[in-house]
């Protein structure tokens, strides 16, 4: 769908994943004036990033954005490249109007709403939705020594698949469902070993994504009643048995350590004071809020989060936050989640420009 440069917009959504296209459908249903500014330039958001084998914990009925269902596949679950189709044929189905390769650098305050820039373009709207996510600012913990270290280091942003580590020694640091996931298959072809903060929590076979949710959203309603959950409840960082992780526990290497102290050149030193040469350290440690693009606007604090109240930001009443985490709303960073966002998100939009017209 063609759409002109600086024309004035009652929306304009920053991202082109799947927080972005939901919020899409339901402007379109709005009859509100939107654009969508993807930086990457073709569909899938952060899933055209993902490692090869990367999974989803849910079957399909359960990994769908709002409006139409993710179409089922062959196995238990979704692969990466499955979600990737799927969200590259939702964006055909609803025609969005999308400018891709558009990397915003700011968003700025003007007489009458924002500005969202890009380079020397730049669109003008009476609100913003920042749907960008995480995936371009992936964290990276400091150790002692870690400037030191001559080897190779990569965050699990940029892991691809386990072939190239074949024969080294690897450590692959973080415990949550992408270092589970990517122990498991580089263990297969590499002298791997597994650091976690804590004693890994590996749920029940039959949990699912589908629980996950279900027992997240209990937690939360329990919160908000100011009562306590009635049993134990596994939160949505907790790791699911995806089939690579149930074959690395039948291989008995489904364990993991306590951190190490600090890097030498060639390796690291345990607490025990025993080094390790090592040749890759792989980062499964997380993601930052992508949010550079409204640091100009003064917004983004110290913790690298906006202040919202819900996915509103508290400071600036015509910008909204869409699919970061939970602080934008309840698994607003998942596939399942983002929809109750998206959709109140551009309900407070409606109502905000009714009072300004």
């Not at 440069?5 to 709005?30: C, M, W």
């Not at 749907?131 to 020594?145: D, V």
Request: hydrophobic share 40%.
């Amino acid at each position: 769908m063609a759409v002109n440069q600086n024309s004035k917009f009652d929306v304009v959504v920053i991202g082109g994943g799947q927080s972005a296209l939901t919020t899409a459908y339901f402007l379109k249903r709005s009859g509100m004036s939107y654009v969508l500014l993807d930086a990457d330039p073709a569909p899938g958001g952060a899933w055209r990033h993902g490692w090869d084998s990367l999974r989803l914990f849910s079957p399909s009925s359960w990994s769908s954005i709002a409006g139409w269902p993710m179409p089922a596949v062959s196995e238990e679950t979704p692969r990466r490249d499955d979600v990737v189709d799927y969200l590259t044929q939702y964006e055909k189905r609803y025609n969005f109007p999308i400018i891709r390769s558009t990397w915003v650098s700011r968003v700025e305050r003007i007489e009458d709403g924002l500005r969202v820039v890009s380079g020397d373009r730049y669109w003008d709207a009476k609100a913003v939705i920042s749907a960008t996510g995480t995936w371009n600012r992936p964290f990276i913990p400091s150790y002692l020594g870690q400037e030191l270290f001559l080897e190779q280091q990569l965050h699990s942003a940029h892991y691809v698949g386990p072939n190239r580590f074949e024969g080294k020694t690897v450590l692959v640091v973080g415990g949550g469902n992408s270092g589970a996931q990517i122990y498991a298959e580089v263990s297969k072809v590499a002298q791997a070993t597994w650091v976690t903060q804590e004693v890994p929590r590996f749920l029940p076979d039959q949990v699912d994504g589908r629980v996950l949710f279900e027992r997240a959203t209990a937690r939360l309603k329990a919160q908000q009643e100011g009562s306590e959950p009635k049993e134990l409840i596994a939160g949505l960082g907790d790791i699911v048995m995806v089939p690579s992780v149930k074959e690395a526990r039948e291989r008995g290497v489904l364990n993991a350590v306590r951190p190490f102290t600090h890097f030498t050149p060639t390796g690291v030193v345990w607490p025990s004071g025993h080094e390790t040469t090592v040749d890759v350290v792989i980062w499964c440690t997380g993601f930052f809020p992508a949010l550079d693009h409204l640091t100009y606007l003064g917004l983004v604090g110290q913790d690298g989060k906006v202040a919202v109240d819900e996915n509103r930001s508290v400071d600036l009443p015509n910008l909204w936050l869409v699919g970061y985490g939970d602080w934008t709303g309840l698994a607003s960073a998942t596939l399942i989640g983002v929809t109750r966002t998206a959709r109140d998100a551009v309900k407070q939009v409606q109502s905000y420009l009714a009072g300004v017209a």
